[in-house]
């Protein structure tokens, strides 16, 4: 159609299409530029994280994450149980101290044996995954001082006992045996509270108590 055989002439160097700008370069990638090492602002959320929020990063979170995190997010999810590389355990004391853009760095470009979920989520999606993940952080190493008052925090294992529930449920994670002789290094430097109590069965110890009426 043009002289130079093109339907269409080229974009003007610069010009930015309607609706990307994207200027809001933390919201869109997580980076604060000039940065190293962990910085304070690199622990916020871009927006603020609202009841709303919070629930659809549950949901989000449940769809795409859980499949290798687990519900729970310590990375026993089925497909780690089924020989995938086992997933980040977001209660170890690595993952929580990552500041929040962190994870929405990795759900943008992966991370190792993780692919990137930038298809799936959009960035305010991966943001209130963020978000939920956080809260799954507090919510299994929560202290008194966390619930309002008249709420208690009690250890998983009495509320076990009191609801008759297996013995078995309140007791420390475990990666499947397979799991830790196929991947020492991860398992190492993933789960460093894991504690052998039986050298064939290591298990994960990790904070348990809840607050009540959860
Ligand atoms: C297909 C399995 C799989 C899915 C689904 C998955 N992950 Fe992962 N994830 C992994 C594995 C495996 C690792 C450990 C990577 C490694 O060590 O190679 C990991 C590591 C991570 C880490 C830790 C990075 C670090 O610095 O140690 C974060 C954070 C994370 N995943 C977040 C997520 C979020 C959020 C989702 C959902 C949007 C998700 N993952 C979905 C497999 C998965």
Redesign the pocket.
């Known amino acids: 159609m043009f002289a130079d055989h093109r339907g269409a002439r080229p974009q003007v160097v610069n010009t930015v299409a309607r609706g990307q700008l994207h200027e809001d370069s933390y919201f869109y990638t997580g980076v604060i530029q000039g940065a190293n090492g962990y910085r304070e602002e690199q622990n916020l959320m871009p927006f603020p994280a609202t009841a709303a929020v919070l629930a659809r990063g549950q949901e989000?979170?449940n769809i795409?994450?859980?499949?290798?995190?687990s519900r729970v997010g310590n990375?026993l999810?089925a497909?780690?149980d089924r020989g995938?590389?086992?997933?980040?355990n977001?209660h170890d004391q690595?993952?929580m101290a990552?500041p929040l853009s962190?994870?929405f760095y990795?759900?943008t470009h992966g991370?190792?044996?993780?692919?990137d979920?930038s298809a799936?989520?959009t960035p305010v999606d991966?943001w209130a995954?963020?978000a939920y993940?956080r809260a799954l952080q507090l919510s299994q190493a929560a202290t008194q001082a966390d619930v309002p008052a008249g709420a208690q925090v009690r250890d998983l294992k009495d509320i076990a006992e009191e609801k008759h529930l297996p013995a078995g449920f309140a007791e420390p994670w475990k990666l499947p045996s397979t799991a830790v002789q196929a991947y020492p290094s991860?398992t190492k430097?993933?789960y460093p509270a894991m504690a052998p109590a039986n050298p064939a069965d290591p298990a994960i110890t990790i904070p348990r108590s809840k607050p009540a009426g959860q």
Not at 64 to 69: I, L, N
Not at 84 to 88: D, G, I, N, R, T
């Open positions: 989000r979170f795409y994450c859980t499949p290798c995190h990375g999810g497909i780690v995938y590389k086992p997933a980040a977001f690595v993952r990552q962190h994870y990795v759900m991370y190792g044996a993780m692919p979920y799936q989520l991966r995954v963020a993940i991860v430097e993933g």
